[in-house]
């Protein structure tokens, strides 16, 4: 089993300005682009976007709740190509293994009769 570590961070909230790159839609794509390229340049994988509420102090005693926009990203922890094996009953003896394939169709050991014989 493979263990992952995971990073959250926020979402771009404005697009960014490029040559020819005019719309609001094409500037935002391009924000976006680019801090995912970035998070894959250090080896993160994408994972998705997530909007989730966020509770800020408003004022001396009081809050409110907001909403932000993070996205995930995952990579393989360090040490983690671990096997995982399943645990043995009691008396049992691991299989050993041969070597080869077995046959993806069974056939019969003996030979078959006749029809009609």
Known sequence: MQAFEYKVVPAPDRGKKAKGVKTTEDRFALALTEKLNEMAAEGWDY???????????????????????????????????????????????????????????????APMAEPGA
Do not use: M, W, Y
Request: net charge positive; charged share 25%; with cysteine.
């Open 47 to 109: 994972v998705r976007a997530e909007t989730l509420p966020c509770e800020e102090r408003k004022g001396l005693t009081g809050t409110v709740t907001t909403e932000q926009n993070v996205l995930i990203f995952r990579r393989r922890a360090h040490g983690s190509e671990r096997v995982v094996s399943t645990p043995l009953s009691l008396g049992e003896a691991p299989a050993a293994p041969t070597g080869r394939r077995e046959p993806a169709v069974s056939r019969p050991t």
